[in-house]
């Protein structure tokens, strides 16, 4: 049955579909809790976005002079990093997953995610039941998700790269010898750089993965803690007055914790996609653009 629970759930590396098999829903198997949240955020970004910018003002309300404060504050960072040169391109990608991640992030400190789903009820107004499948579930604390941001931005990058040096400097800023040796000692050289150069491509392979796990693995402990923190006085057998004031004062640092490490990682996945345009986009010093 659907309850409704005090303490929210353990997230485990698993995202189960909001209508299990035994609800008799086959066809939105499909519908993880986790993608149900993403459903959530991108509709509230959308709709945020379209009330701010629907009727524009010189002398803008609440909603555009916050929501301009944000655009500007984040093409003035890519810009900084990326280069004037760039920064029209890359902006609209960067700035979109830096909103919906954070969105995200904080959409999962939100009560109610972990804490609504289907699970075994239990007997009188003070029980508390148990959550089997959350209906919510915060979307960067699913690895299918940041996989599948860190993937498409990478292929971006790729063809941002490659339209914008060309394939030739782009093979020779990976393989080519550097330093500006010429002679004798650059064609020395040359199997140092091209072995150099396998190790580029393959850190280059490597970076979706260390995008993705390094977003999930801080939600997804995150959340965790939270739980155990919120259990704490369960797990420690105190009476349920105890447990209770326990689950409300324990969490309280956690929480205003967990809502600057939703903000860190927003930016810290903004900023590394933005270092890795600038290297393999940056023209030499004096070239025309």
Not at 207 to 223: C, Q, T
Request: charged share 10%; hydrophobic share 55%.
């Amino acid at each position: 049955m659907l309850s409704i629970n005090l303490i929210a759930s353990v997230l485990s590396l698993h995202a189960p579909s909001i209508f299990p098999d035994e609800k008799g829903v086959p066809f939105l198997d499909w519908l993880s809790n986790s993608v149900f949240v993403s459903f959530a955020v991108a509709a509230f970004i959308i709709w945020f976005a379209r009330k701010a910018t629907k009727n524009m003002t010189v002398i803008p309300g609440a909603s555009q002079n916050f929501f301009e404060a944000v655009v500007q504050g984040l093409y003035d960072l890519v810009e900084s990093i990326v280069g004037s040169h760039m920064v029209a391109r890359v902006f609209p990608m960067l700035a979109t997953l830096f909103i919906f991640i954070i969105v995200s992030n904080w959409f999962g400190l939100l009560p109610g995610v972990g804490s609504i789903g289907w699970g075994h009820a239990g007997e009188g107004m003070l029980y508390v039941p148990e959550i089997t499948t959350p209906i919510l579930r915060p979307t960067t604390a699913d690895l299918n998700m940041t996989l599948a941001m860190s993937t498409v931005f990478m292929i971006f990058w790729l063809y941002w790269s490659l339209t914008e040096v060309g394939v030739k400097n782009f093979l020779s800023h990976i393989f080519g010898v550097k330093g500006g040796l010429t002679g004798i000692m650059a064609i020395i050289l040359i199997p140092v750089f091209l072995f150099v150069g396998v190790i580029e491509v393959v850190s280059m392979a490597f970076r979706p993965v260390s995008l993705s796990l390094r977003l999930y693995g801080n939600v997804f402990a995150g959340e965790n803690l939270l739980s155990t923190m919120i259990t704490l006085g369960k797990q420690l057998n105190l009476p349920s007055w105890a447990s209770y004031i326990m689950s409300v004062t324990i969490p309280l640092p956690f929480y205003f914790l967990e809502i600057l490490v939703g903000l860190l990682q927003a930016a810290v996945f903004m900023l590394l996609c933005s270092v890795y345009i600038q290297l393999s986009t940056a023209h030499e010093e004096g070239e025309g653009h």
